[in-house]
């Protein structure tokens, strides 16, 4: 077997091209930031830190907070991998940074720390759902990457992804993906509603890429796994003579790529199983060798991640999810806020000078009593929580008693086991700070790039256009209000038409967009456009089809391929509300990355 080269080795092969339609050849080593690799921006120094899982103690959380005010622009902003950056830095503070982290435990390794991708279920073992808590398995792949000399010539685009059964962070699109189960477990999110009972064997199923089977093997052998299919994937990339960042850049395609990942795992010892669940064909494959050999059938292969039970919980601000139960706030209570007449029980809400209105009160989404702690969710919008607002976070962990926060893939943020006495007061201090802490929040399911002043392509201020695009939805009927509020939940129109996720961007590269289908908002020089993005599946595999909306008949979808008309900034609001709610009333489908 081929040995995986080195990083020098690596960065020296040559790209040649491949086709496309089975992967394709990077013509360079990928630009991502790092912490010790900053990004020069039009606004300043960029730095991306990486945080396995999403996951910081107290101290960890507050570091980052002092660092964002001390070095940067003042705020902690947070990825789609749950990952925080850093804008407006110094170009000499790199020192600096590095050695703050490497105090605060957040840069174990200096050569390893672009490679650090690992996306968690936040809610795993806080709530009951998932096959299992998936924490010792994120602290061990960390630790074998961190350990690796090869692993170092994986791209800063490589992506881990640790799912506890119940079908979230398994819809990301990731490169390896791991996904808790037991034999003879269901799809995620259909039979994952319990934990799993103590004793029963469990397993992880690996998947590369979007490939339609994954291997099973033993649960405690699963973070070795996961680091022998990403030296099988560089073991590929050095037989091809290309430089690929993703499992999808390879020409063999993820399916043969499973076949080398079994040859690399049975070669190292490790015992790999199918007669947990038996091996069969992906529905509609036409040939007889589609299963490689110690594979079993993938269990989501066409991911909606909002369709597990706990999944939307985690762009929904302002969730408390009863620690005891596992039942979230709206399965229990529900939203008071009354869609037709546009007034929560306390009167009607007013809008701020930040961006969107939310209601005054919050303790009226808390789960009925009794129960003794719950774990909160606040989304931070756009992506932007303040170093305030952070510290915040950080102090009610502490008083939590387990002095730990979980960064989320969407951009919120999972505060573990608060006391219910103090959920309350908690989130009116947070709601103070800038974050959002209702489940209605306006600011659910939108997303944007930097734009302007942060980025010298883009050719909007995105931010400001989007908040502003809000607080007008405000001024129109309730109902359109909810409806560019409230993102499609993976399960079907219901009532009140849940809309599609948007996103806003400063110009055509369209940086930071999820995956899946969506409302896309770009700025040109003559204005916005509006277009519904639909067809892109949650690897970014595929030539996803874009459907214009013109601003003259926002509440219908104009053909695909159609020339795109510009939007007046006085039509933007009502046309990407109507967007939102015509789309996901014509079936599309939506994951996040």
């Given at each position: 077997m081929a040995t995986p080269p080195t990083p020098a080795a690596h960065a020296r092969q040559v790209a040649p091209t491949c086709d496309r339609t089975t992967g394709r050849a990077r013509q360079r080593d990928d630009a991502c930031p790092g912490a010790l690799r900053l990004h020069a921006a039009d606004d300043g120094a960029l730095a991306r830190v990486r945080i396995p899982g999403g996951v910081l103690d107290s101290c960890q959380a507050r570091a980052?907070?002092?660092?964002?005010?001390?070095?940067?622009?003042?705020?902690?902003?947070?990825?789609?991998?749950?990952?925080?950056?850093?804008?407006?830095?110094?170009?000499?503070?790199?020192a600096d940074l590095a050695d703050a982290l490497t105090t605060a435990r957040l840069l174990p390794s200096a050569t390893h720390e672009r490679v650090r991708n690992i996306v968690a279920s936040p809610l795993s073992g806080l709530d009951g759902h998932g096959h299992r808590d998936i924490r010792p398995w994120l602290t061990e792949l960390d630790r074998l990457l961190c350990a690796d000399d090869a692993v170092r010539a994986l791209s800063g685009r490589f992506l881990f992804a640790l799912d506890d059964g119940r079908g979230d962070v398994a819809a990301l699109g990731a490169d390896v993906t791991l996904l808790a189960s037991v034999p003879g477990a269901g799809p995620p999110g259909a039979g994952s509603g319990t934990r799993t009972a103590p004793g029963t064997p469990d397993v992880g199923l690996l998947r590369c890429g979007d490939a339609p089977h994954?291997?099973?093997?033993?649960?405690?052998?699963?973070?070795?796994?996961?680091?022998?299919?990403?030296?099988?994937?560089?073991?590929?990339?050095?037989?091809?003579?290309i430089r690929a960042w993703r499992v999808r850049d390879l020409p063999e395609g993820a399916?043969?790529?499973?076949?080398?990942?079994?040859?690399?795992?049975?070669?190292?010892?490790?015992?790999?199983?199918?007669?947990?669940?038996?091996?069969?064909?992906?529905?509609?494959?036409?040939?007889?060798?589609?299963?490689?050999?110690?594979?079993?059938?993938?269990?989501?292969?066409a991911p909606t991640p909002r369709s597990a039970p706990a999944s939307d919980d985690l762009a929904r601000p302002g969730t408390t999810v009863d620690t005891q139960t596992g039942t979230s706030t709206d399965a229990q209570r529900g939203a008071v806020?009354?869609?037709?007449?546009?007034?929560?029980?306390?009167?009607?809400?007013?809008?701020?000078?930040?961006?969107?209105?939310?209601?005054?009160?919050?303790?009226?989404?808390?789960?009925?009593?009794?129960?003794?702690?719950?774990?909160?969710?606040?989304?931070?919008?756009?992506?932007?929580?303040?170093?305030?607002?952070?510290?915040?976070?950080?102090?009610?962990?502490?008083?939590?008693?387990?002095?730990?926060?979980?960064?989320?893939?969407?951009?919120?943020?999972?505060?573990?086991?608060?006391?219910?006495?103090?959920?309350?007061?908690?989130?009116?201090?947070?709601?103070?700070?800038?974050?959002?802490?209702?489940?209605?929040?306006?600011?659910?399911?939108?997303?944007?790039?930097?734009?302007?002043?942060?980025?010298?392509?883009?050719?909007?201020?995105?931010?400001?256009?989007?908040?502003?695009?809000?607080?007008?939805?405000?001024?129109?009927?309730?109902?359109?209000?909810?409806?560019?509020?409230?993102?499609?939940?993976?399960?079907?129109?219901?009532?009140?038409?849940?809309?599609?996720?948007?996103?806003?961007?400063?110009?055509?590269?369209?940086?930071?967009?999820?995956?899946?289908?969506?409302?896309?908002?770009?700025?040109?020089?003559?204005?916005?456009?509006?277009?519904?993005?639909?067809?892109?599946?949650?690897?970014?595999?595929?030539?996803?089809?874009?459907?214009?909306?013109?601003?003259?008949?926002?509440?219908?979808l104009v053909s695909p391929g159609s020339p795109v008309p510009p939007v007046s900034p006085s039509d933007l609001a009502a046309t990407v509300a109507a967007a939102r709610v015509v789309a996901a009333a014509a079936g599309v489908r939506q994951t996040d990355e």
């Open positions: 980052l907070a002092d660092l964002a005010q001390r070095l940067g622009d003042g705020a902690l902003h947070l990825t789609s991998r749950g990952n925080v950056q850093f804008r407006g830095l110094p170009a000499d503070c790199g994954a291997v099973s093997v033993a649960a405690p052998d699963a973070p070795r796994a996961a680091l022998l299919a990403a030296t099988a994937f560089l073991e590929a990339a050095h037989e091809h003579g399916r043969e790529f499973t076949r080398r990942v079994v040859r690399r795992l049975t070669g190292a010892g490790l015992h790999v199983r199918a007669d947990d669940v038996p091996v069969a064909l992906p529905v509609g494959s036409a040939h007889p060798d589609a299963a490689a050999p110690g594979t079993v059938p993938y269990p989501y292969p806020t009354d869609a037709q007449a546009g007034t929560s029980a306390d009167g009607p809400t007013a809008a701020s000078a930040d961006g969107p209105p939310q209601s005054p009160r919050t303790d009226k989404y808390l789960p009925e009593p009794p129960y003794e702690d719950v774990s909160l969710v606040v989304l931070a919008p756009l992506g932007r929580a303040s170093a305030a607002g952070f510290r915040l976070l950080a102090d009610l962990a502490d008083r939590a008693g387990g002095g730990e926060l979980r960064v989320t893939p969407w951009r919120s943020i999972v505060v573990p086991r608060v006391p219910a006495g103090q959920v309350a007061t908690a989130l009116a201090e947070l709601r103070a700070a800038g974050l959002a802490t209702e489940p209605d929040s306006p600011w659910r399911g939108v997303s944007s790039c930097a734009g302007r002043p942060g980025c010298a392509k883009s050719l909007a201020d995105v931010r400001g256009d989007a908040a502003a695009t809000l607080r007008a939805a405000d001024g129109a009927s309730a109902g359109a209000r909810r409806a560019a509020a409230t993102p499609f939940d993976g399960t079907g129109v219901g009532a009140g038409h849940t809309a599609l996720p948007v996103h806003w961007s400063g110009c055509e590269r369209r940086c930071g967009r999820p995956t899946g289908d969506r409302v896309d908002v770009v700025a040109g020089p003559d204005g916005y456009r509006v277009t519904v993005v639909h067809g892109a599946g949650a690897a970014g595999d595929g030539t996803p089809e874009e459907s214009p909306v013109s601003p003259a008949a926002p509440a219908s």
